[in-house]
């Protein structure tokens, strides 16, 4: 009989981590819509939503109930089991890799350590790049199991193009492990210290690399080929609705920003304070108070920041650039981004050896 | 604290299950889905016997199953391309033309 | 005790996937127990603490070659399976006689020690992630680039055999 002493233990090490997890990610996901669609507004001098509150700003709230109370249709010659499994696992997936990201480090809470992380594994980024590759399966079932043919082109499209582009992107986080000498990401982020991984000699390629295939992974344009509206509909989506298009968006709002916390985590050195040069130009009193009052805002501000500003990069892409043809999207990942990641890959092991790294 | 022989009951268990699988079934892919299966109970065993003899030789072996097993299933899956293509039908007892 | 608890469901769930798996008469049915299956693999490997390994199941088993497996099953027509006869016309006698050589395995295991039943157990700090880089590339280098070969046949003999025959 487990006394009361364990059960607060798991109360405070388990369930109030992943409920603080799970909110901020619905609460991210819900107003991040919101956020893009205002951002696409802008870029397009438009004025996004306006309807619901002052400014729109109650929108997301409205769609989530037009999500939750829409007719959840299943097509009469949809395959039930994996209509219904599908977008649940997609969802299920994005989940699962939050919860081995940290979101800083060690810190004092109202006279308590707090870890910020509900899991720190050793493999963490093997496991967050082994759920990203399991999250595939949602998408290819999905469009399988909808029984329609625009649905079933956008499952195989996104099943090829997320084939193809995990082999550069896995090449990319191998290589940013064999510079910190380390599977685990708080470890990655610990040795950037002094030296952010994107100002590092091969740093700037990795980070290509990673964005690059980073698009491509979360299906956003110029990559967003298995739900490009003028060609298939919308891909994969095309027969689900309600809920169930709900877990879906969901999904894809949530590996958008795994993404974009990996990329702050692997090359802008996670929650490490920007710095101005501080070994050539820190003698400058301005320059060095700058730097002061920058290291002075806590760890998980920085993170969160780093991670708004790549959630804002992927929206500005999207309001900006074309959608790739599909022979392109192929012949990009295997003739350009693989042989330029196994370089990568090879010089990085070159200087790490040399110590130059 | 599990005793070895639960895994190794286990891996057998499903090991049978692969070569029933590879024995009764019709459909190729079910077929060499077993045979992944027979891959994955021996993999068991493997890191189970790893685990237990605290010895890593285990884990390296179940890494050099996952590479022939991954090498295994492309070449097998272009072969069943071929076949289908050339005799339309992905049932193993169909492809019976050199029966005398 | 909690332990057993976790293998024990394990167990099950890969035992009960694993015959859903060779039942199912639509090959992606079959596709989505495995993956069940897998995970669960995974979830074993945890428990006897190699993490890598079971990240490694995740990409290369179901992340990899299932997906192939997935890809070619689409690709191909899967609507005449769903008239068609599952089994052989041995599937009896296959059945038996795998319930037979379990059961046979089974007993003799538990009649049997085993040295691993000691009680030792290996406890890897760091999930042993460098310890077995540094075998991969030591005492078994030879087995590691034969290993590497042989993916890099099976990448060309499955391009070669797809591949359709261009027409002059």
Redesign the interface.
């Known amino acids: 009989m487990p006394d009361m002493d364990q059960i607060l233990k798991i109360v405070y090490t388990l369930v109030i981590p992943i409920a603080v997890l799970l909110s901020f990610i619905l609460a991210n996901a819900m107003y991040l819509q919101y956020v893009e669609r205002k951002i696409w507004a802008r870029m397009q001098a438009r004025l996004g939503p306006m309807q619901a509150g002052p400014q729109g700003i109650f929108q997301p709230i409205a769609d989530t109930l037009k999500f939750l109370l829409k007719e959840d249709i299943i097509p009469a010659k949809a395959?039930k089991?994996?209509f219904v499994?599908a977008p649940i696992l997609a969802l299920m997936m994005a989940f699962g890799a939050f919860v081995a990201l940290p979101f800083g480090p060690d810190t004092v809470l109202f006279g308590n350590k707090v870890h910020l992380w509900v899991t720190n594994?050793?493999?963490g980024v093997?496991?967050i790049?082994?759920?990203a590759?399991?999250g595939?399966?949602g998408v290819?079932?999905g469009g399988?199991a909808s029984n329609n043919k625009y649905s079933?082109m956008g499952?195989?499209r996104s099943?090829?193009q997320m084939?193809s582009y995990?082999i550069p992107m896995a090449f990319a986080i191998v290589t940013v492990v064999l510079m910190a000498g380390s599977?685990n990401l708080s470890d990655i982020v610990n040795a950037q210290a002094g030296k952010w991984y994107l100002f590092t000699p091969v740093g700037p390629v990795l980070f290509f690399l990673y964005v690059i295939a980073g698009f491509a992974e979360t299906n956003r344009t110029p990559f967003d080929l298995p739900e490009a509206e003028s060609e298939l509909v919308a891909g994969f989506m095309t027969e689900y609705s309600g809920i169930r298009f709900g877990f879906f968006f969901m999904a894809e709002f949530m590996n958008m920003l795994i993404v974009s916390l990996l990329v702050s985590i692997m090359f802008l050195g996670g929650w490490l304070p920007l710095q101005i040069l501080p070994q050539t130009l820190g003698g400058i009193t301005s320059i060095h108070w700058f730097n002061k009052v920058l290291a002075g805002i806590p760890p998980t501000l920085w993170l969160l920041a780093k991670m708004y500003f790549f959630f804002f990069v992927f929206s500005w892409v999207r309001a900006t650039l074309p959608r790739y043809r599909y022979d392109q999207l192929m012949d990009l990942s295997w003739k350009f981004l693989l042989p330029l990641s196994l370089a990568t890959l090879m010089i990085a092991a070159f200087l790490k050896q040399a110590g130059w790294l | 604290m599990i005793p070895l022989s639960w895994y190794i009951m286990l891996s057998a268990a499903l090991f049978t299950i692969g070569v029933v699988g590879v024995l009764s079934r019709r459909n190729i892919f079910i077929i060499l889905m077993s045979i992944e299966l027979m891959l994955n109970a021996a993999n068991i065993n493997l890191v189970a016997f790893s685990h237990y003899l605290q010895s890593l030789t285990g884990q390296i072996f179940t890494i050099f199953v996952i590479t022939v097993a991954a090498a295994e299933a492309a070449v097998a899956l272009a072969i069943i391309i071929l076949l289908s293509r050339n005799r339309g039908s992905v049932y193993a007892d169909e492809f019976n033309i050199l029966k005398g | 005790m909690i332990h057993q608890i976790i293998f024990l469901y394990f167990a099950t769930v890969i035992l009960v996937s694993a015959l859903l798996m060779i039942t199912r008469r639509?090959p992606?049915?079959s596709v989505?127990f495995m993956?069940l299956l897998f995970f669960h693999i995974a979830g074993l490997f945890v428990l006897l603490n190699a993490?890598?390994l079971a990240?490694?199941q995740?990409?290369v088993y179901?992340?990899?070659i299932l997906?192939l497996y997935?890809?070619v099953v689409?690709l191909l027509n899967v609507d005449q399976e769903r008239q068609s006869v599952r089994a052989n016309r041995f599937w009896p006698w296959v059945a038996a006689f795998g319930v037979l050589i379990a059961g046979e395995i089974l007993l003799l295991i538990s009649r049997s020690t085993f040295p691993g039943d000691a009680g030792k157990t290996m406890a890897t700090p760091?999930?042993g992630?460098m310890e077995l880089g540094q075998a991969l590339y030591t005492q078994y280098l030879v087995p590691f680039e034969i290993a590497s070969v042989i993916l890099l046949v099976g990448l060309i003999g499955a391009v070669m055999l797809a591949k359709k025959a261009v027409k002059e």
């Open positions: 395959d089991m994996v499994v594994l050793n493999i093997i496991y790049l082994a759920l590759s399991v595939t399966y290819i079932l399988w079933l499952g195989f099943a090829a084939i995990e599977l | 639509n992606i049915h989505l993956l993490e890598f990240a490694v995740l990409i179901a992340g990899a997906i997935l890809f689409m760091g999930a992630v």
